[in-house]
Structure formats: structure tokens, C-alpha cells
């Protein structure tokens, strides 16, 4: 059975940090590329960066860039998403999603998803 398993959400004050981690099961996990999406109150879900073996990293959301990074653990079949410097406008369900291909901003390229993660950043 495929899963993905999001966690390491929560509320925290601006300017604070959280890491999300996404772990992986039910398929070969280096040969997927691995996405963050978030989907914040009354907004579409959008792409923030993505990892790959193929693509390496790439940054969608230009307001992440310098804030957050993404890495992976392929050991451990998981890839973390270190936020810093966090803003309420980052208030968000953060999603991980696998791709057999390549790294998208498109949500609806990517084969599976986990059940997200709430983070709150209070003001």
C-alpha cells in the first residue's frame, strides 16, 4: 500500500521555525520526485519546491526562497521541509505528493498525496 505521511505541523509565532517531514512506504522511493504543496483557507493548492534524483531542487513560490529548503533522507524514506523565518501568510495544510516522473508545480501531475499537515503562524 503507497503512503505518505505528513507531520510536524503546528502553530508558531512569526519569525518562527517548523520542520515538516514527508515519509514514504509502498513504492521506490528514489525514483519518485517528491513535491510541497500548500493550500491555505479559500486558496487553490499551490506548489512550493520539489526534490528530485533528476531534477535536483526547484523553488516554485519566489516568497519561499531564502526561507525554506528541502531535503531528503533517502535512507529513511523521507524528505523534510525546514521552514524558517515563518509569516502568518504561510498559514497553510502542507502537503507531500510523489511523482513517477519529474518535479511540477502542477498538483494534479502527482500520482500520490499524504493527508497533510495544519501550520499556523499567529502574528
Known amino acids: 500500500e503507497v503512503q505518505l505521511v505528513e507531520s510536524g505541523g503546528g502553530l508558531v509565532q512569526a519569525g518562527g521555525s517548523l520542520r515538516l517531514s514527508c515519509t514514504a512506504s509502498?513504492?521506490?522511493?528514489?525514483?519518485?520526485?517528491i513535491g510541497w504543496f500548500r493550500q491555505a483557507p479559500g486558496k487553490e493548492r499551490e506548489g512550493i519546491l520539489c526534490i528530485s534524483n533528476s531534477d535536483g531542487i526547484t523553488y516554485y513560490v519566489e516568497s519561499v526562497k531564502g526561507r525554506f529548503t528541502i531535503s531528503s533522507d533517502n535512507a529513511k524514506n523521507t524528505v523534510y521541509l525546514q521552514m524558517n523565518s515563518l509569516k502568518p501568510e504561510d498559514t497553510a495544510v502542507y502537503y507531500c505528493?510523489?511523482?513517477?516522473?519529474?518535479?511540477?508545480?502542477?498538483?494534479?501531475?502527482?500520482?500520490?498525496w499524504g493527508q497533510g499537515t495544519l501550520v499556523t503562524i499567529s502574528s
Open positions: 509502498g513504492f521506490t522511493f528514489d525514483d519518485y520526485a
Open positions: 505528493a510523489a511523482d513517477a516522473g519529474h518535479c511540477s508545480r502542477v498538483y494534479y501531475y502527482y500520482d500520490y
